[in-house]
Nanobody, 123 residues
């Protein structure tokens, strides 16, 4: 079972990036999924989560209105559209899948993790 995050890169403040998280080895169409990020010297934090069917989405306050999470269960892939990026969004971004169909409240409910993809926003 593997989650592969991609799409990170270097972008100027105000720019956009789209992250993808492709799953292989099993389907996650019945599982909630989420995006997390970790900046140097800081703890990993929740960014956004999505229910198994995409009917509900959740965001950290600092990204509301700028980031959009989505998923395509037919492609076993989740996305994070990031617009109006700020230097404080710079971090390694990780995707994860939960056991539950709705996003759990903390990191520990996520049992499958992808490797990070680095997002760097220059000022």
């Amino acid at each position: 079972v593997q989650l592969q995050a991609s799409g990170g890169g270097l972008v100027q403040a105000g720019g956009s990036l789209r992250l993808s998280c492709a799953a292989s080895g099993r389907t996650f169409s019945n599982n909630a999924m989420g995006w997390f990020r970790q900046a140097p010297g800081k703890e990993r934090e929740f960014v956004s989560g999505i229910t198994w069917n995409g009917s509900r989405t959740y965001y950290q306050d600092s990204v509301k209105g700028r980031f959009t999470i989505s998923r395509d269960n037919a492609k076993n892939t989740m996305y994070l559209q990031m617009d109006s990026l700020k230097p404080e969004d710079t971090a390694d971004y990780y995707c994860a899948a939960a056991r539950s169909s709705v996003p759990p409240s903390g990191l520990y409910g996520y049992v499958y993790w992808g490797q990070g993809t680095l997002v760097t926003v220059s000022s």
